[in-house]
Each structure stands twice: as C-alpha cells, then as structure tokens.
C-alpha cells in the first residue's frame, strides 16, 4: 500500500509559479512511475506529467509547452512540481498517482495510488 499526500496548492495571479508536493509513505518509492493529474469542475481528470524517479525519465502532456517541471527524490520520497507562467485555464485540483513499473503513462487507469488532491486557483 502506497499513501501520497499533496501540498503546495493556493492561489496565484496569471504569470505566477507554485510549486506542488507528493510524499509517498508507506513502502518503497522505487520502482513506481509517479504522475500528476488535474480535475477541473465538470471536467474529466486530465494527464499533467509523470516521472520514473529512479530512471529520472519524464513525459508531459503536450499542452504545458514547457511550462511545468516535475522531478523527484527518492531520498525523501518526494515528487515535485513547478509550475510557472500559470494561467486561469490551469485552474484545478491536482492529484498525485503512483503507478507500478516503468511505464509512463497518461492514463489515469495504469495508476494504483492517488492522493486528496490539492487545489490550485490562478486569477487573471
């Protein structure tokens, strides 16, 4: 049983940056693909970025025109997210996933852990 919780959520003006915690507890952080999602009220959850910590290989989705960086530690068992220029459509709850293997993907469905979500508000 892996355990994610989320932090680093607020609210930002349009142009601004955050930058989101995952912490994962429970059993080991290796081995497991680590992703972000995002829900917009009346939205599907949408695909952001994942990590392989261990491989330190990422994929993005192709709308953040490199806007966002995620990384990870496996020391501290810690993903990250840095998300600059943000802007009104980035508006959601971001949620941590923790999918097993090594398979990068943007499927909600291939991820076994998830967090509460944490909000992120940008104002225009």
């Known amino acids: 049983q892996v355990h994610l919780v989320e932090s680093g959520g607020g609210l930002v003006q349009a142009g601004g940056s955050l930058r989101l915690f995952c912490t994962a507890s429970?059993?080991?952080?290796?081995?497991?693909?680590m992703a972000w999602f995002r829900q917009s009220p009346g939205q599907e959850r949408e695909f952001v970025a994942t990590i392989n910590p261990t491989a330190q290989v990422t994929r993005y989705a192709d709308f953040l025109n490199g806007r966002f960086t995620i990384s990870g530690d496996n020391a501290k068992n810690t993903v990250y997210l840095q998300m600059n220029n943000l802007k009104p459509e980035d508006t959601a709850v971001y949620y941590c996933?923790?999918?097993?293997?090594?398979?990068?993907?943007?499927?909600?469905?291939?991820?076994?852990?998830w967090g509460q979500g944490t909000p992120v508000t940008v104002s225009s």
């Open positions: 429970g059993r080991a952080f290796s081995g497991y693909d």
């Open positions: 996933a923790a999918g097993a293997g090594f398979r990068l993907s943007r499927n909600a469905v291939d991820y076994d852990y």
